[in-house]
């Protein structure tokens, strides 16, 4: 079990409490790095899906899919290290921005 406290901007406290089954032995520090190492990748996922829409290609050929896959991992890797506009610029807005006007932003996404 673990026990989240969130606290609001407003000032309000609310408590979670998360379960988790699994099979692991019971040490506490590989188990939470399963987790964490698990939500980072659902996180990744997450962004490729509301950044690049992946979930809504349909490529047939495999190789062609596993090459446009590499590329938006590259190109989301580059997105988390670009700051345009300012820093809390969603990963969406900052392809928007870039792709609209390529030749501002192509020295700052270079950089990297």
Same mark, same amino acid.
């Given at each position: 079990? %673990? ?11 609310s408590?979670e =409490? ?11 520090? #590989?188990f ?11 996180a ?32 989301l890797?580059?997105?988390? #290290?670009?700051?345009i ?13 870039i792709?609209?006007n390529t %030749?501002? =932003? #192509? %020295?700052?996404? #270079?950089n990297?």
């Amino acid at each position: 079990m %673990e026990k989240k406290t969130l606290e609001r901007k407003n000032g309000s406290v609310s408590v979670e =409490y998360r379960h988790f089954i699994s099979s692991l032995k019971t040490d506490i520090a #590989l188990f939470s790095r399963t987790v964490r190492q698990h939500w980072s990748v659902e996180a990744m996922r997450w962004h490729l899906d509301v950044t690049f829409r992946e979930d809504a290609n349909h490529t047939i050929d495999k190789n062609s899919a596993q090459n446009l896959n590499i590329i938006r991992k590259f190109c989301l890797s580059v997105l988390k #290290l670009v700051e345009i506009i300012h820093p809390k610029l969603s990963m969406k807005k900052k392809r928007f921005a870039i792709a609209h006007n390529t %030749e501002k =932003y #192509l %020295e700052s996404v #270079l950089n990297f």
